[in-house]
């Protein structure tokens, strides 16, 4: 083999490993945080124990956990990512996998598919799910599935314009480790 030859094979290995180390070292832009049966690790998007998460997931600004009580009772966990607001509140099941939660006049509505926010009749938005785990209690070696007909990371939410944005009422608690953002907390 010639000088030239092997200078050439030496450049393109350290070429891909300083690549690989590069990506190795690099968290995916919109990873979400490790879960287990009872939702998001270290979030408030994750059910009290002695509860079952029947739904958790996530999009590209929220987190929500949907709890069912040894009692029956179901309830709404949320988080929106920005700035670690937190909203738990008694929630609803239409029995066909859409979760709903009120709050100061603002409704929640957790599928598959996307958390719809509204007040009343009129849409706020819709943010598609990234990541979401649904069916019944979750096993702790459950394995948690894309979200059906996932959009692409990084897309916006659909906002509303003319639509009244959330005032919270009750003051919370700092984020959580997995509670991305950091401003001051508000409700979600």
């Known amino acids: 083999m010639s000088l030239f030859t092997l200078r050439v094979a030496g450049l393109a290995a350290a070429t891909l490993t300083g690549a690989l180390l590069g990506l190795a070292g690099s968290p995916a832009a919109s990873a979400d945080p490790a879960t287990d049966a009872q939702g998001f690790v ?3 998007a994750r059910c009290p124990t002695g509860d079952s998460a029947v739904a958790f997931g ?6 929500v956990a949907i709890c069912k009580s040894t009692g029956g009772a179901y ?3 949320g988080v929106r990512i920005s ?3 937190k909203l738990i509140s008694a929630a609803s099941t239409d029995g066909r996998g859409a979760y709903t939660a009120t709050s100061d006049g603002i409704t929640y509505t957790v599928t598959a598919k996307s958390l719809d926010i509204s007040a009343g009749s009129q849409p706020i938005r819709s943010e598609p799910m990234t990541f979401f785990r649904s069916g019944g209690p979750l096993s702790a070696t459950a394995a948690a599935t894309p979200a059906p ?3 692409p990371v990084g897309t916006p939410t659909t906002p509303v314009t003319g639509a009244p944005a959330p005032v919270p009422t009750t003051p919370l608690p700092p984020p959580l480790p997995a509670e991305v953002g950091g401003a001051r907390p508000s409700g979600h």
């Open 42 to 44: 270290d979030s408030t």
């Open 58 to 63: 996530s999009t590209a600004s929220s987190r």
């Open 75 to 77: 309830q709404y966990r």
């Open 83 to 85: 700035d670690g607001a």
């Open 149 to 151: 007909a996932q959009a």
